[in-house]
């Protein structure tokens, strides 16, 4: 039987209450979370009522962490770090031969992907990802080997 399926509290609204147990915002963990306000909102209050405690105290238009919360948040925070760690490494291990290019638009589309053939004619081996973006390369947030700029 799996107990720890039934003790477990919805995994959907851990990643939602740890972006707003770090940030103390529901507005700002939805803005990092690329939803809305109101679903954040939502997976908590589910939280809450699937633990039976509040977990946030709400104050005009403002949310604080009850000790509850600020428990559950540590908690929360450790494991999916240590989670995110583990499937890094693992990532770094099927990915040895990958190489991840973040090149402008424009650039990928008119000078790279022309040439991509060539490179991979030459080196069979070695995985080329192309990342593309139309914001500036100082502002990409994700993980990348190599800029074209």
Not at 65 to 78: C, D, F, I, K, S
Not at 105 to 125: T, V
Request: hydrophobic share 45%; with cysteine.
């Amino acid at each position: 039987m799996n107990l720890l399926g039934k003790s477990l509290p919805p995994l959907a609204s851990l990643l939602p209450f740890e972006a707003a147990a770090r940030l103390e915002s529901f507005s700002r963990a939805a803005d990092e979370l690329h939803i809305t306000q109101a679903a954040v909102s939502r997976q908590i209050r589910g939280l809450e009522e699937d633990l039976g405690v509040a977990l946030f105290d709400r104050r005009n238009r403002a949310v604080f962490l009850t000790p509850e919360g600020r428990q559950l948040g540590l908690v929360v925070n450790a494991a999916l770090n240590q989670i995110s760690s583990v499937a890094e490494s693992l990532r770094g291990a099927a990915r040895r031969h990958q190489v991840v290019l973040l090149s402008q638009l424009c650039e990928a589309f008119y000078w790279l992907m022309p040439r991509l053939s060539r490179f991979h004619q030459r080196h069979p081996d070695i995985e080329i990802q192309v990342v593309t973006t139309t914001q500036p390369l100082t502002e990409f947030g994700g993980h990348f080997d190599v800029a074209l700029h």
